[in-house]
């Protein structure tokens, strides 16, 4: 078995992800999305869906990067 990286939950189906040079093992989704997902510069929020970029940073929402000062960015066309 293996160990999940994010809650230590050792687990008979835990599963590997491997971004760029990093290789983590993880028992579910929520555990994979809580370790590896980017967060939004305004709120937080794991961004699990497209997100919105400015500049370095990524937004969840066109709403959370106009309250940051980005401009010109909408969530729908």
Same mark, same amino acid.
């Given at each position: 078995?293996?160990?999940?990286?994010?809650?230590?939950?050792?687990?008979?189906?835990?599963?590997?992800?491997?971004?760029?040079?990093?290789?983590?093992?993880?028992?579910?989704?929520?555990? &994979?999305?809580?370790?590896? $997902?980017?967060?939004?510069? *305004?709120? !937080?929020?794991?961004? +699990?869906?497209?997100? %919105?970029?400015?500049?370095? &940073?990524?937004?969840?929402? $066109?709403?959370?990067?106009? *309250?940051? !000062?980005?401009?010109? +960015?909408?969530?729908? %066309?």
């Amino acid at each position: 078995m293996a160990v999940c990286d994010t809650c230590g939950n050792d687990y008979d189906k835990a599963f590997t992800i491997t971004q760029g040079d990093r290789t983590s093992t993880f028992d579910s989704f929520e555990c &994979a999305a809580h370790a590896m $997902a980017p967060a939004c510069a *305004h709120c !937080g929020c794991r961004i +699990l869906g497209h997100g %919105v970029e400015a500049g370095e &940073a990524v937004y969840c929402c $066109a709403h959370c990067a106009q *309250h940051s !000062g980005a401009e010109g +960015l909408t969530d729908r %066309v």
